[in-house]
């Protein structure tokens, strides 16, 4: 089955919320909150869903305002795990900081998140520091995570254009 990213809409809300409460719980963001983030694109973020077999099977957000990115959200299915889909959505938010000018993008993930933080590494993420009781209600700690993106490495083309660009079939799980 191929896996297609694109860019999300307000028609996947109720799927993306359903899927934020699965794999985030009590720390998950309200469908309210997920709604207020939509009303910020394009201008400062972009959001992302990749679709298999026409269902959701991950999401991923970045604010892309200015120099500094952001990766605000990333989380893949738990059935889905482990099949590429967290990297193919991690490598189109990247492509997009550099294409609205980021020259170096962050993050946060919680400290005892290792399998993320393995992700986050193998795409030349860095700790930057800690945020101490940044998760809520949990007051987990935050790892922040940094990554250069040199002037110069712009992914060429269009929004939308590569492999893992919405729209783009990265032939993930087919
Ligand atoms: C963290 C998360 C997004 C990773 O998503 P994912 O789709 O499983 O990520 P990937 O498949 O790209 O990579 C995960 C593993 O699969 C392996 N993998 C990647 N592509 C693969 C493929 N085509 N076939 C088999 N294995 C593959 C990777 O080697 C990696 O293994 P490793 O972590 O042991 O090195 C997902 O686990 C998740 O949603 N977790 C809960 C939410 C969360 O923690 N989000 C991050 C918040 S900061």
Request: glycine fraction near 14%; include cysteine; charged fraction near 20%.
């Amino acid at each position: 089955m191929s896996l297609i990213l694109r860019p999300m809409t307000r028609a996947d809300l109720p799927e993306v919320a359903a899927l934020e409460a699965e794999v985030f719980g009590e720390e998950a963001w309200t469908p309210q909150m997920l709604s207020d983030e939509l009303d910020q694109q394009p201008a400062s973020r972009y959001y992302l869903v990749a679709v298999e077999g026409g269902r959701i099977a991950g999401y991923a957000g970045l604010l892309g305002a200015g120099w500094q990115g952001d990766v605000l959200t990333l989380a893949v299915a738990t059935g889905h795990w482990g099949r590429g889909i967290g990297s193919a959505l991690l490598e189109a938010l990247l492509a997009e900081a550099r294409r609205r000018g980021c020259t170096e993008v962050f993050l946060e993930v919680r400290t005892d998140n290792h399998r993320a933080q393995r992700l986050y590494r193998r795409h030349d993420f860095t700790e930057v520091g800690i945020r101490r009781g940044y998760y809520q209600p949990s007051g987990a700690d935050a790892l922040v995570m940094r990554r250069a993106l040199p002037p110069g490495a712009e992914a060429a083309g269009p929004a939308g254009a590569g492999a893992a660009g919405p729209g783009g079939d990265t032939g993930e799980g087919s």
